[in-house]
């Protein structure tokens, strides 16, 4: 009696763990949450034929090698935008006047805002292509390209920062890698510009110049506090009074390592399948929220800041988009149809102007597959990463280099890209090349005093 209730009780538990397929007898069948659970392994299955981003990271030593062609190409990308506006003056040489209510920022905007040939921010419908010449229509077809690449960047970082806390998930050496790698190099350039670039090139008396606040101000730069004047600098620029417009991204960069430390802290960023499903499910939510935000009220949760860039709050996002795909790097496949497919949907959103929020996923896509290719050309001309250094030396260097013609050549001489480009980019690589080898390197180098085996 006793076993026949032992052998029921047996049969009744395999009946419910085992469901028969027609035509299948035996075969067992998972049950719905056990399908869920299974569906990763499944996609990475289907995905064995193609390489992913996992094996291409496998063979290169965790490092995309691909990365270091990316960092420099769009340092130097975004250096000749910078140095063009700058030569060419704001707003393609309409009258502007600047904002008041935000001292210390050099913001200037149109004074007649209907002398604005098109609207550059609605995109190409919005265009009327007959009173186009062709080189504008041919800047609005690049136009995605340059928002871009700010955007890059911050994908390009959240996966390497990613990569880098799950090979090593301390917190201690999570803040400190973030602050060698930013503050001194940024410490240096900041305390150049104010003490050596502002005396020698100021409108105003010396004494008045170091007497001023907005000069003791200037240096808020190192911790994030940007500002973008020094006083009586650069006045009569085309692009005036601007000594740095690249440290604008430095907020937005310490709340991407803020939010970062705060997974960390949860022990959050790590391969673990669960944890992996956890932040993809949340970065997932939150692009949801800003989608229905962005129907509600598309003005005021606009993905574009402006017709160059990215909202500030958006590029955060790019940092989480690149977490993700690193996070889930076994289910990239690498392949260069999808590419393309990704750059077209990118660059449709930009163009028609519609579901904007969603131009960071394709993007970010752009950006991990880039990263996947090899340019084995191009990193033994730059073995050095200079990147870091371009970003904070290129503006003030072109600003400095405008400033300083215009003085020898007088203020009417019509300056050329062609002649302030090449100088500008010789001396921002040698200054760039001097902050890698004087202070970024070293700096690094006291890792080894702290840092724990991975």
């Given amino acids: 009696m006793k076993g026949r209730t032992k052998m029921s009780q047996t049969d009744r538990e395999a009946e419910f763990a085992a469901v028969s397929l027609p035509g299948s007898v035996g075969r067992e069948r998972p049950s719905a949450p056990s399908r869920f659970r299974q569906l990763p392994d499944a996609i990475q299955t289907g995905l064995a034929r193609y390489e992913t981003a996992e094996t291409i990271l496998a063979k290169n030593n965790g490092l995309g090698p691909g990365f270091n062609m990316m960092r420099h190409l769009l340092s130097l990308v975004i250096l000749s935008h910078h140095c063009r506006v700058a030569v060419a003056g704001l707003f393609a040489g309409a009258a502007f006047i600047k904002k008041l209510d935000e001292p210390g920022m050099a913001v200037f905007v149109l004074k007649d805002p209907a002398a604005a040939a098109f609207d550059k921010m609605g995109g190409l419908t919005a265009l009327s292509f007959s009173h186009l010449q062709a080189t504008e229509i041919i800047q609005e077809l690049l136009r995605p390209g340059l928002v871009a690449l700010v955007g890059m960047f911050f994908a390009l970082?959240?996966?390497?920062?990613?990569?880098?806390?799950?090979?090593?998930?301390?917190?201690?050496?999570?803040?400190?890698?973030?602050?060698?790698?930013?503050?001194?190099?940024?410490?240096?350039?900041?305390?150049?510009c104010a003490l050596l670039v502002g005396p020698l090139l100021t409108q105003l008396p010396l004494s008045q110049y170091l007497s001023e606040y907005q000069f003791y101000r200037y240096f808020g730069n190192i911790v994030g506090h940007v500002t973008f004047e020094l006083p009586g600098l650069f006045l009569h620029n085309p692009w005036p009074e601007m000594v740095n417009a690249n440290l604008w991204t430095l907020p937005w960069e310490l709340w991407c390592y803020v939010f970062a430390f705060a997974l960390l802290l949860?022990?959050?960023?790590?391969?673990?399948?669960?944890?992996?499903?956890?932040?993809?499910?949340?970065?997932?939510?939150?692009?949801?929220?800003?989608?229905?935000?962005?129907?509600?009220?598309?003005?005021?949760?606009?993905?574009r800041s402006d017709s160059t860039r990215l909202a500030g709050w958006y590029l955060v996002f790019m940092f989480f988009f690149g977490m993700v795909f690193r996070l889930n790097a076994r289910y990239v496949p690498i392949h260069w149809a999808i590419f393309a497919i990704s750059a077209a949907c990118y660059a449709g959103i930009m163009w028609l102007n519609v579901l904007l929020p969603l131009a960071g996923i394709f993007l970010t896509y752009c950006t991990v597959y880039v990263g996947m290719q090899s340019f084995k050309a191009f990193d033994r001309l730059f073995r050095q990463d200079l990147s870091y250094g371009i970003y904070l030396y290129g503006f003030p260097i072109t600003q400095a280099t405008i400033d300083i013609s215009q003085r020898v050549l007088g203020p009417d001489h019509r300056l050329s890209l062609a002649v302030i480009l090449p100088i500008v980019a010789v001396l921002t690589l040698g200054f760039a090349s001097f902050s890698w080898n004087v202070i970024e390197k070293p700096a690094l180098r006291l890792r080894r005093f702290y840092q724990r085996p991975a």
Avoid: Q
């Fill in 266 to 303: 949860a022990h959050m960023i790590s391969s673990e399948t669960r944890k992996v499903r956890w932040i993809t499910l949340l970065v997932g939510a939150a692009l949801v929220a800003e989608l229905l935000a962005y129907f509600i009220d598309p003005a005021t949760f606009s993905v």
């Fill in 157 to 192: 970082s959240g996966f390497l920062v990613t990569g880098s806390a799950i090979k090593n998930p301390d917190l201690k050496t999570f803040f400190i890698n973030r602050v060698l790698r930013i503050v001194p190099a940024l410490s240096v350039e900041v305390t150049l």
